[in-house]
């Protein structure tokens, strides 16, 4: 069987032992004691390479990484140990649990229109498509389904940069890819690390280059990520357009936690943030592993889709808008869809709690200067908090 590489100190599986090295040299758990990993069996069924189900737009045949394989007649199925990480507990999947779960996953991307809506960069408009099918030739079969989060610095030449990537299987949870990014020096200036928020700084990013332990800016990150995906991988995570903008990519097979719950409303409109997701829905939430929480919350909505519409009903209320945004003085505060998304139907599924965005084109210069994470609403903030518990 193929085995994963596990960090005891942690107590957290990782797809290669590249990954577990990467996460030993970044995680703050890891400085005040000596690293160790033992190869140990995966938390599920091995990766196996399986013919991916044919699809109705008539793409070729590709070999996945899964676990769909079904347990023998009369062989009772196999169940996989606990997946943790830091004190939360999260879903596993028994290899007949995983198919169920790969139709319904396949079931629920989200259609074009919908991401044309949503503004989310598709191909063949988009700076980079994800590859075709064995476009890149490899012994590393690439994955069903796999959860993306990235987060992103402020540089001084008024854009974001990608600063640290994370990738997981979503069937099994196993880490692929966690390690941190560094923005071109000969191109961007970084003017705000958001140390709050991405757990990086000067003096972190500086030593992890000289390790050589990090990626060389988004070039290196989509080299790296296309390693395990290809365009008929599904890309699962929350409010994952920004991600995808950030590395330049597009992709047209996409489930987001954030559009998946706001469409159990039945109207597109602004989602919901990742903690508050996960505090509601699945009672969990680890904010330094954005990932496993967007792939708990998928799982949840994709085995519960009663509770979800029943939830999305206690939670979510239809308010009429105009094209405008509204009428009065707080236009800017109400924008449908939330930041421009939405679509043109005239209405907005609004959360029955209470918001108030800001408009990013106030021309009033004598305002206060806030940083990054004094501003930031964790309840509607798409991504999640950070946690300095370690």
Same mark, same amino acid.
């Given at each position: 069987?193929?085995?994963?590489?596990?960090?005891?100190?942690?107590?957290?599986?990782?797809?290669?032992?590249?990954?577990?090295?990467?996460?030993?040299?970044?995680?703050?758990?890891?400085?005040?004691?000596?690293?160790?990993?033992?190869?140990?069996?995966?938390?599920?069924?091995?990766?196996?390479?399986?013919?991916?189900?044919?699809?109705?737009?008539?793409?070729?045949?590709?070999?996945?990484?899964?676990?769909?394989?079904?347990?023998?007649?009369?062989?009772?199925?196999?169940?996989?140990?606990?997946?943790?990480?830091?004190?939360?507990?999260?879903?596993?999947?028994?290899?007949?649990?995983?198919?169920?779960?790969?139709?319904?996953?396949?079931?629920?991307?989200?259609?074009?229109?919908?991401?044309?809506?949503?503004?989310?960069?598709?191909?063949?408009?988009?700076?980079?498509?994800?590859?075709?099918?064995?476009?890149?030739?490899?012994?590393?079969?690439?994955?069903?389904?796999?959860?993306?989060?990235?987060?992103?610095?402020?540089?001084?030449?008024?854009?974001?940069?990608?600063?640290?990537?994370?990738?997981?299987?979503?069937?099994?949870?196993?880490?692929?890819?966690?390690?941190?990014?560094?923005?071109?020096?000969?191109?961007?200036?970084?003017?705000?690390?958001?140390?709050?928020?991405?757990?990086?700084?000067?003096?972190?990013?500086?030593?992890?280059?000289?390790?050589?332990?990090?990626?060389?800016?988004?070039?290196?990150? *989509?080299? /790296?990520?296309?390693?395990? #995906? =290809?365009?008929? &991988?599904? %890309?699962?995570?929350?409010?994952?357009?920004? +991600?995808?903008?950030?590395?330049?990519?597009?992709?047209?097979?996409?489930?987001?936690?954030?559009?998946?719950?706001?469409?159990?409303?039945?109207?597109?409109?602004?989602?919901?943030?990742?903690?508050?997701?996960?505090?509601?829905?699945?009672?969990?939430?680890?904010?330094?592993?954005?990932?496993?929480?967007?792939?708990?919350?998928?799982?949840?909505?994709?085995?519960?889709?009663?509770?979800?519409?029943?939830?999305?009903?206690?939670?979510?209320?239809?308010?009429?808008?105009?094209?405008?945004?509204?009428?009065?003085?707080?236009?800017?505060?109400?924008?449908?869809?939330?930041?421009?998304?939405?679509?043109?139907?005239?209405?907005?599924?609004?959360?029955?709690?209470?918001?108030?965005?800001?408009?990013?084109?106030?021309?009033?210069?004598?305002?206060? *200067?806030? /940083?990054?994470?004094?501003? #930031? =609403?964790?309840? &509607?903030? %798409?991504?999640?908090?950070?946690?300095?518990? +370690?």
């Amino acid at each position: 069987m193929a085995a994963t590489w596990h960090c005891n100190l942690c107590d957290r599986s990782f797809g290669s032992q590249e990954a577990l090295e990467q996460h030993q040299g970044d995680s703050p758990a890891h400085t005040k004691r000596a690293s160790q990993f033992q190869r140990s069996q995966p938390p599920l069924q091995p990766p196996t390479s399986t013919p991916y189900p044919a699809h109705r737009s008539g793409h070729h045949h590709a070999h996945h990484a899964s676990a769909d394989a079904l347990p023998p007649p009369g062989q009772p199925p196999t169940i996989p140990p606990p997946l943790t990480c830091r004190g939360n507990t999260y879903t596993t999947l028994t290899p007949s649990e995983q198919a169920t779960l790969y139709a319904r996953l396949l079931n629920h991307c989200h259609t074009t229109a919908r991401l044309k809506r949503e503004r989310y960069p598709l191909p063949p408009t988009a700076t980079t498509p994800f590859p075709p099918p064995n476009h890149y030739p490899s012994s590393r079969p690439k994955y069903k389904a796999v959860v993306l989060d990235c987060e992103m610095v402020g540089v001084r030449q008024g854009t974001e940069q990608v600063v640290t990537l994370s990738l997981i299987d979503f069937f099994t949870g196993a880490t692929l890819i966690n390690t941190v990014v560094e923005p071109d020096p000969a191109r961007y200036t970084v003017t705000d690390w958001r140390s709050a928020i991405t757990g990086v700084s000067a003096a972190r990013m500086a030593s992890a280059v000289a390790q050589g332990r990090a990626l060389g800016g988004k070039e290196g990150a *989509v080299a /790296r990520l296309f390693e395990y #995906v =290809d365009s008929q &991988t599904v %890309l699962v995570g929350q409010a994952v357009k920004g +991600d995808l903008k950030a590395l330049g990519l597009g992709h047209g097979r996409i489930v987001d936690s954030a559009l998946l719950t706001a469409e159990a409303s039945g109207m597109a409109g602004r989602g919901v943030g990742l903690e508050r997701l996960c505090r509601e829905l699945t009672g969990c939430h680890d904010s330094l592993e954005d990932v496993l929480a967007a792939r708990e919350v998928v799982i949840w909505c994709l085995q519960h889709p009663v509770e979800l519409r029943e939830w999305a009903r206690k939670n979510w209320k239809v308010a009429p808008t105009t094209a405008r945004g509204g009428s009065g003085s707080n236009n800017k505060a109400r924008r449908g869809g939330g930041g421009g998304r939405g679509g043109g139907s005239g209405y907005a599924a609004r959360s029955t709690r209470s918001y108030a965005w800001e408009s990013d084109d106030d021309s009033d210069d004598d305002r206060e *200067v806030l /940083r990054w994470e004094d501003v #930031v =609403d964790w309840d &509607t903030w %798409l991504k999640s908090p950070p946690d300095w518990s +370690d």
